[in-house]
DNA sequence: CCACCGGCTGGAAGCGCTTCCAGGAAGGTT
DNA sequence: AACCTTCCTGGAAGCGCTTCCAGCCGGTGG
């Protein structure tokens, strides 16, 4: 322990005093603002330098109205669902983006009420300078309240039921299209999906994707089942699928996680995959690399998803009018179709 | 749209005009502080719901001096590091403490020199009330960092070489010690290891737990090859101790990772586990059930070390003086071992 | 030589809140 | 009745920064 340690930091006053200038004009060299002569600029430079200044950021947001700080909003019920890569991933995204700026990052999972109003706390009483908000379920009070705050929001993926005027999502109905036109490249022609929920868009597109490509061949969808993004959740649509369609050739996932506790039925009933019935997933996550043949499953850029919300919000925060991004999504072969 | 939009927050002056009281009475009924009459507090609070004041953040934090913010900081150099589970479950822990409470969340992943420094802004700047740290590698910069700001700081895990005086850690050493002791009540003798980097105190830890357990049975290490914490990194290493020790008859891998990699090589190789070869990870991350056979593993608990770091924090903040904590860990069997 | 212009400057007024303090109004004690 | 508590109150001084503005300067053009 040096003897130093309990200095406070020092104020702009403080170093406009050892600068010999006025206060005003310490401000202006530290934010590059113009008006300036060179001596003062050196004075201030040299004195900010002595002594160790760093501008106070509260102060600083106070008196800016801005306070550096953007808000990551994911909004879910249970509380162990973020444990899903995915969000991981997102971050990485994000924080790659905000590490190029002065911007930090706030993560706000919000699943009890309590934690909801509390993030409502957040926002309203301007804590942040913007919102990415990640809503899973289709009518979350979330992008009601983050549309009530007035600051800028983006939305990673879309409601149900409502196109935000901001967004990046994944193609998830044209890698859904993707999926099963491969599975129909391979011949097969009895091909079941398993969706994930209906409560969500990204439920909800996957499911048409699929349909889509089967009508534009001229078929039909051969089953269907709803599940959650889970193994198990797989595993139970398979069994369903199974019975009901014994001879069906193809099986469109709607997640990797719902595809791998499906190719795991499939093994046990005694079905080669990927020569009796092919599979192919989506999301590409780690999962995909570790079922047993590895999965097939259509790729979603989901660092770029990050990226590109963060890219935009800070469009947004700097009042420049970004557009909304579908990003696209492409087929990863390995050995299950 | 409706046409309300564009109206500002209210102030405390307002809301203090409104209820006929001066600021400070108004200031006193919103902090719940003492003195303060019934009537007082009852025009005060009609008049805060009719107008929606919400304290403006930034204000207050300026000037109580406490911004309302913990940083969680995660140190590495790999940018996709993040992606492992692990610090999803630290994060799932942590937040769910700080739902209790008024504080937020600042996540901050300081990967390059840029991200270093601006990180150093945030702290230094009084961007946050204290810093939850995990500092991965043995002399991270960051530690030095977090020191000089003088703000309360745990640590999550130690760093190699030095006891940091607020810390939650795994029982590293003890899961090791239960792992190995394991393998030895299976009867096997001829037991290696896989470590993880030495170059942090997670690693060396696991890697004297193994030997501390075999010293003990009046036996001496096997076999000892380290490894990175990946799949990849416990494959190679396989290989590696399959040709030194062809005779082995069990491995202790220093996280699940590795073991997953080690059974792949192992089944390619030919042998039976648990039959020829018994296998014990560590971690038990999702991983560990979806190896062939599921791998028997030590839990550590995850989530916990994220609650415990939170509420040790929390105490610091508020003044008091918590104390160090090392979270058990335990043995989870599964088919492997 | 004078009016004018442009670059710098410091003073001062905020940003919205907390908190210290002196003072006033009740209530209780000898 | 005089005094002392006790409780509540509003004024005012911050917290540390940005930014507007009036004023000063030397220099240019007429």
Redesign the interface.
């Known amino acids: 322990m040096t003897a130093t340690?309990?200095r406070r930091?020092p104020t702009l006053d403080e170093v406009a005093a050892r600068a010999g200038v006025s206060r005003s004009a310490a401000s202006r060299v530290i934010n590059q603002a113009p008006h300036v002569s060179h001596a003062t600029r050196e004075a201030v430079e040299k004195a900010v330098k002595e002594m160790g200044y760093?501008?106070?950021?509260?102060?600083r947001?106070?008196a800016t109205?801005q306070?550096?700080?953007v808000a990551l909003v994911i909004s879910h019920d249970d509380?162990?669902l973020?444990?899903?890569?995915f969000?991981?991933?997102v971050?990485?995204g994000v924080?790659?983006v905000l590490?190029?700026t002065?911007l930090?990052?706030?993560?706000?999972?919000a699943?009890?009420e309590?934690?909801r109003a509390?993030l409502t706390?957040?926002l309203?009483?301007?804590?942040v300078d913007g919102i990415m908000l990640m809503a899973l379920d289709g009518d979350d009070p979330l992008t009601g309240i983050a549309e009530e705050t007035?600051l800028p929001t983006v939305h990673g993926g879309r409601p149900l039921d409502s196109e935000p005027k901001w967004f990046v999502d994944s193609d998830n109905l044209g890698g859904a299209r993707l999926a099963t036109e491969h599975l129909l490249g391979l011949g097969r022609t009895r091909i079941v999906t398993i969706t994930g929920p209906m409560t969500a868009r990204v439920g909800a597109s996957r499911l048409r994707g699929y349909q889509e490509a089967l009508i534009m061949a001229g078929l039909s969808p051969y089953g269907t089942v709803e599940a959650d993004f889970t193994e198990a959740g797989g595993a139970a649509a398979m069994t369903t699928l199974l019975a009901r369609r014994p001879d069906l050739d193809a099986v469109f996932a709607a997640s990797d996680k719902i595809a791998?506790g499906a190719i795991r039925v499939l093994n046990e009933a005694g079905r080669a995959v990927p020569e009796d019935v092919a599979v192919v997933g989506f999301d590409d996550l780690d999962?995909a690399e570790?079922t047993?043949p590895p999965l097939t499953t259509v790729h979603q850029p989901i660092q770029a998803l990050g990226r590109e919300m963060t890219r935009m919000l800070l469009a947004l925060i700097a009042g420049r009018e970004p557009t909304a991004l579908i990003l696209p999504t492409r087929l990863v072969r390995r050995g299950s179709a």
Not at 54 to 59: E, G, K, W
Not at 124 to 127: C, K, L, Q, S
């Open positions: 340690a309990p930091q760093r501008p106070n950021r509260t102060a947001a106070l109205r306070t550096g700080i509380p162990g973020f444990a899903d890569p969000f991981a991933q971050i990485v924080s790659a590490e190029e002065d930090h990052l706030a993560l706000c999972l699943s009890s309590r934690g509390r706390g957040l309203h009483a301007r804590g007035g791998a999962v570790r047993d």
